[in-house]
């Protein structure tokens, strides 16, 4: 189970973007994540008028790593670490570790 998914609230720790907030747009393989408005960068593309793109220049996010970002704790307005537990039902659910109140909610 990933401790950072798709959709997460999340807040960064470290960097130049170090306390904003987003949502993960994506996850990428190699342990990094896609932030809403975090990391952006200007691409300078070129026009291609066969695909339609017009050409100039982009911003658009760079992927963050995923140890750099902590998942939202709406209940103490941070970003806090998660861990894993298996309930007593058998399914597996994402907690804070701070507080011990599990992120999961369905």
């Known amino acids: 189970m990933k401790k950072i998914r798709t959709g997460d609230k999340v807040m960064v720790l470290t960097g130049r973007d170090k306390g904003k ?5 994506r996850v990428l393989e190699d342990s990094r994540v896609l932030v809403e408005s975090v ?12 695909k339609g793109v017009t050409g ?3 911003d658009r996010e760079a992927p963050i ?3 750099n970002v902590a998942l939202y704790n709406p209940a103490t307005g941070k970003g806090e670490r998660v861990g894993t537990r298996i309930m007593q ?6 907690f804070f570790r701070k507080s011990g109140e599990v992120a999961d909610v369905k």
């Open 21 to 25: 907030q987003g949502t993960v747009l």
């Open 39 to 50: 990391n952006m960068i200007k691409r300078h593309t070129k026009p291609n008028p066969n």
């Open 89 to 94: 039902d058998g399914n597996k659910v994402r």
């Open 56 to 58: 100039g220049i982009i």
């Open 65 to 67: 790593h995923v140890s």
